[in-house]
């Protein structure tokens, strides 16, 4: 990858917003602390990139050219990038692409989602089930949580993880997420609270499961001599995109999310980096067990139940996962969902982060992002400065 | 500010109409590829073994057996693989206080999706 740098970045909290504030004021929020963190102002920024998932819940249809009104961008290349939970991570790769194909030298990637406080959760649990095969899965009003249920189960039964394993994730992520004054949902809670909790789909309880989020985030691309220089920046070192197919049935190992496998080897070597140099990871707990399986898929340890029990992945662990809190604790605004983890692992490389930081930067922080399943999987590597 | 929409879609199957036109009778209609002899239920457009395009559509007998399930409040699915088929198939679960491992295509309640009534639990006294 060339020389694209995450020249700053900002996110509002992720919450469910009972203020009154719109998603419109989100992203003014977040685009503007977001250029404050570069050293830019808005006629800097030649190119924007827009992030949401859904119409359906903005009921705003071409959004970018309507956040770019609202933020006073005018003449502007404008583009808006979708795909499910990873649609945050696209955007941001979309916005890369534009930088190093010299199209645009400085790009915000704007990521924003309004689904907790436009719906109530049934209509937003409605809308979520078309994102697997509307007229096969979505058809039968299942919900996200029994889909990855099934696909836990089967990684359970295969590899011997249990719920007390994914307790832990549940647990560790929201204890990560006390230390972010932005997070969703920042709790006090223990293994044995998660596995009391009410079952939702089972192996799956409510803790086990990420929130509704609303929120917008935002970050600044471009190259090195189209930047202020500020010492330390974080660089898109190697940026990958794979599927998987969109049924689970269709699926040869439905508990294994593979397209996550072949994602993570064309982006280490987009990165020029042995996998065992990666020092930490923003991942995508859409559900807990969803984080030992993408773990799994992503081959960073010998055996991924080993390393949790462990203790591999915590804070003060050897490979620390989701020190921002995770979509289990930060939450999940989908369309800022991956920006927010782009910028959370930047800043943690770089020594800046506001939560939970690793005790020594390491120079390679991975972001795993997937939309559907692990369906449409998006992996960055970003490099701190050396 | 309060919005609130209506929408009632009609939405063509195109090439897939054999197959959604049989599961609204409560049969199970695959997609045999020409090029793998793949069985394919529920169907593709593209086979998903080899690639190809082309091949037949031919009845299966709609009873399956269960590969995982999970129970919520009210409701349960699985996912389970058709006698006949290569793949296997997300299900609603009929009648989710039974559970055996076996059932049968039901036609579906929202005139889409698959829906199994899974098998009375045999008395063998």
């Not at chain 1, 419109?24 to 992030?51: N, P, T, Y």
């Not at chain 2, 679960?93 to 889409?112: V, Y």
């Amino acid at each position: 990858m060339s020389d694209v740098l995450i020249g700053g970045g900002a996110m509002t909290a992720f919450n469910r917003r009972k203020d009154g504030s719109s998603w419109r004021d989100w992203c003014l929020e977040a685009f503007h602390s977001a250029l404050d963190d570069a050293g830019l102002v808005s006629c800097d920024i030649d190119a924007l990139v827009v992030a949401s998932e859904s119409d359906f819940f903005s009921l705003q249809l071409n959004p970018a050219a309507l956040i770019a009104d609202e933020l006073g961008l005018q003449g502007i290349r404008l583009l808006r990038a979708e795909g499910g939970g990873a649609t945050g991570h696209l955007a941001v790769q979309a916005g890369a692409a534009l930088v190093a194909s010299g199209q645009a030298r400085r790009v915000a990637v704007l990521g924003f989602e309004a689904s907790a406080a436009h719906l109530d959760g049934a209509s937003v649990g409605a809308l979520y089930s078309l994102s697997y095969d509307a007229w096969s899965e979505g058809a039968l009003g299942i919900g996200s949580a029994s889909i990855y249920a099934l696909s836990a189960l089967a990684f359970m039964q295969e590899t011997g993880a249990t719920a007390q394993d994914f307790a832990r994730v549940a647990a560790r992520n929201r204890q990560n997420a006390r230390q972010n004054h932005l997070a969703h949902l920042p709790l006090d809670v223990s293994e044995a609270e998660v596995l009391a909790s009410p079952l939702v789909s089972a192996p799956y309880r409510r803790l086990d499961c990420s929130p509704l989020s609303d929120g917008a985030a935002c970050v600044i691309l471009g190259s090195g001599a189209d930047l202020p220089q500020r010492s330390g920046r974080a660089r898109l070192a190697g940026m990958a995109v794979a599927n998987d197919r969109v049924r689970l049935g269709d699926r040869a190992a439905p508990g294994r999310f593979v397209a996550k496998t072949v994602a993570m080897r064309a982006a280490l070597a987009q990165a020029g980096c042995a996998s065992d140099a990666i020092g930490l990871i923003e991942l995508y707990d859409s559900f807990s067990g969803a984080q030992l399986q993408a773990l799994d898929a992503l081959g960073l340890t010998d055996n991924v139940l080993t390393a949790e029990r462990d203790g591999c992945f915590a804070a003060d662990g050897a490979l620390p996962v989701n020190l921002s809190g995770g979509l289990l604790g930060q939450g999940a605004p989908v369309g800022a969902t991956g920006v927010a983890q782009i910028l959370a692992a930047a800043q943690q490389i770089e020594g800046r982060y506001h939560g939970c930081r690793p005790a020594q930067p390491p120079r390679f922080a991975l972001v795993d992002t997937h939309g559907g399943i692990a369906t449409l999987c998006a992996l960055s590597i970003l490099e701190g400065s050396v | 500010m309060k919005r609130i929409l209506h929408l009632d879609y009609a939405q063509p199957t195109g090439r897939l109409a054999s197959h959604f036109g049989a599961l609204a009778r409560g049969n199970a209609m695959a997609w045999l590829c020409a090029g793998c002899g793949h069985v394919a239920f529920p169907p593709s457009l593209t086979c998903g073994s080899c690639g190809a395009r082309d091949g037949a559509w031919i009845a299966l007998s709609g009873r399956a057996t269960l590969i995982q399930r999970s129970d919520m409040q009210g409701a349960a699915y699985a996912l389970v693989r058709f006698d006949g088929a290569d793949n296997a198939a997300l299900v609603r679960l009929k009648n989710p206080e039974i559970t055996t491992q076996r059932g049968a295509l039901l036609p579906p309640e929202n005139e889409s999706g698959l829906w199994l009534e899974l098998e009375e639990p045999r008395n063998d006294d």
